[in-house]
């Protein structure tokens, strides 16, 4: 059964980052879709960063040119990069191993 656990969040002021990891149990993780989600108070969860297992991303409008998904598939591990947070960018992060398991979520907070 796969697992994965989220880390890094935390409370920032705008402007400034924050990286999370993701590190997922279980085999053959270099070929799966690795995806960001994240749910803000009273909204739908939403799609933030999505990579395909030939490290192909795509990200959501209101992140393009701050947020960065990566992944060391050694570590079992993904990441995403936040830069220049916005208040906006307050929520729970989930990472997703698409079809397969979900994170415990990781909560961002931007506010000064």
């Known amino acids: 059964q796969v697992q994965l656990v989220e880390s890094g969040g935390g409370l920032v002021q705008p402007g400034g980052s924050l990286r999370l990891s993701c590190v997922a149990t279980?085999?053959?993780?270099?070929?799966?879709?690795m995806a960001w989600h994240r749910q803000a108070p009273g909204k739908q969860r939403e799609l933030v960063a999505r990579?395909?297992?030939?490290?192909?991303?795509r990200y959501v409008d209101s992140v393009k040119g701050r947020f960065t998904m990566s992944r060391d598939n050694a570590k079992k591990t993904t990441y995403l990069q936040m830069n220049n947070l916005k208040p906006e960018d307050t929520a729970v992060y989930y990472c997703h191993q698409e079809n397969v398991a979900w994170g415990q979520g990781t909560q961002v907070t931007v506010s000064s």
């Open positions: 279980g085999k053959f993780f270099g070929i799966y879709t």
């Open positions: 990579m395909t297992g030939d490290d192909t991303v």
